[in-house]
């Protein structure tokens, strides 16, 4: 079946640095990448939507300028937080969609821990 | 805007019980519904979906969820769980012609042998 590597699966950094988190689909073309964010005992709450050779469409209270989406491949999107602080510590998730249309199936990567020292 | 409420946050049932974790939506128009379920260690697998027809859903290992439209509700169902279900199992809705998913905060199940 489809698969999305999501790398790193865990990252600590100190605050005031930029981590780069990417997102591959690996046997499927993603037109349209997710981006997620999780808190202990919450919901997967859904950051921005990233559209290959597009920007990328945030969610609202989401700061573009710190979570800057890359989408520059089909097969390719990264997350970067800019200037972390520990309150970004989180579970990052992401998610490809192989088709256009809200009926094609979603397929996740394993997350990323992010931890902000 | 869409929400989505799971009201177990976490159940503990024996092997061979029967399970049923219920998922309630808000939006009243046409809708696509999910469970998906992550395994300890792993990712979020889908479950079982439904997008119109049989509101009765058949999904991969002995899962089923009713879709009731007059409840706003996707209760998802299985006759006899098994020790290997224990995991965390999400609920998520689509709008109709949007492409995002708005999940519930999930249940974890714990299944003792």
């Known amino acids: 079946g489809a698969v999305v590597s999501q790398h790193p699966s865990r990252v600590i950094c100190k605050s005031g640095t930029s981590v780069k988190i990417e997102c591959r689909s690996l046997?499927?073309?993603?037109?349209?990448m997710f981006w997620y964010r999780q808190f202990p005992k919450q919901s997967l709450m859904l950051m921005a939507t990233?559209?290959?050779?597009?920007?990328?469409?945030?969610e609202q209270g989401v700061e573009k300028d710190k979570f800057l989406i890359n989408h520059a491949s089909l097969t390719l999107s990264t997350l970067t937080v800019t200037s972390a602080h520990p309150e970004d510590s989180s579970f990052y998730i992401c998610?490809?969609?192989?088709?256009?249309?809200?009926?094609?199936?979603?397929?996740f990567g394993n997350g990323t821990r992010l931890t902000v020292t | 805007a869409q929400s989505v409420s799971q009201h177990n946050h976490h159940v503990i049932l024996s092997e061979a019980a029967s399970l049923e974790l219920g998922c309630n939506y808000s939006?009243?128009?046409?809708?696509?519904l999910f469970w998906y379920v992550q395994y300890p260690g792993q990712h979020l697998q889908l479950l079982l979906k439904y997008f119109s027809g049989d509101p009765l859903v058949k999904g991969i290992k002995g899962f089923e969820a009713e879709f009731i439209k007059s409840k706003f509700s996707f209760n998802l169902r299985k006759p006899s769980v098994q020790w290997s279900d224990t995991a965390e199992y999400f609920c998520a809705v689509g709008n109709f012609g949007n492409e995002k998913l708005t999940f519930g905060t999930g249940t974890r199940l714990t299944i003792i042998p």
């Open positions: 998610s490809a969609r192989e088709e256009r249309g809200g009926n094609s199936p979603l397929h």
């Open positions: 046997d499927f073309q993603a037109t349209t």
């Open positions: 939006y009243g128009g046409t809708v696509n």
């Open positions: 990233s559209n290959e050779g597009s920007k990328a469409t945030y």
